[in-house]
Nanobody
Framework: QVQLVESGGGLVQPGESLRLSCAAS????????MGWYRQAPGKQRDLAAR???????NYADSVKGRFTISRDNTKNTLYLQMNSLKPEDTAVYYC?????????WGQGTQVTVSS
């Protein structure tokens, strides 16, 4: 069973930064697509950033220019660097990976941006 485990969430003030990590139980090279989704209370889960197996990235307009998604293939880890955080970034952030045979999700990590 593929496991994705997020870490790095926490409470920060507006303008500060966080880096989220998603550790995979196997090689992340097998994933066709990986990404970070987020879900605020009372809202649906939306894509924040994704990266393909070829390294192409896409970002939600709301995070473009502030967030950077990246991979470390030697550590089998996906990252989300979040800079200039805003209160509206507050959400549970979920790691996502797509294989040919299915989709996999982490349990989520809470990010709270508040003064």
């Amino acid at each position: 069973q593929v496991q994705l485990v997020e870490s790095g969430g926490g409470l920060v003030q507006p303008g500060e930064s966080l880096r989220l990590s998603c550790a995979a139980s196997g090689s992340i090279l097998q994933f066709l697509d990986m990404g970070w989704y987020r879900q605020a209370p009372g809202k649906q889960r939306d894509l924040a950033a994704r990266i393909t197996s070829t390294g192409r990235t896409n970002y939600a307009d709301s995070v473009k220019g502030r967030f950077t998604i990246s991979r470390d293939n030697t550590k089998n880890t996906l990252y989300l660097q979040m800079n200039s955080l805003k209160p509206e970034d507050t959400a549970v952030y979920y790691c996502y990976g797509r294989l040919r045979l299915g989709d996999y999700w982490g349990q989520g990590t809470q990010v709270t941006v508040s003064s």
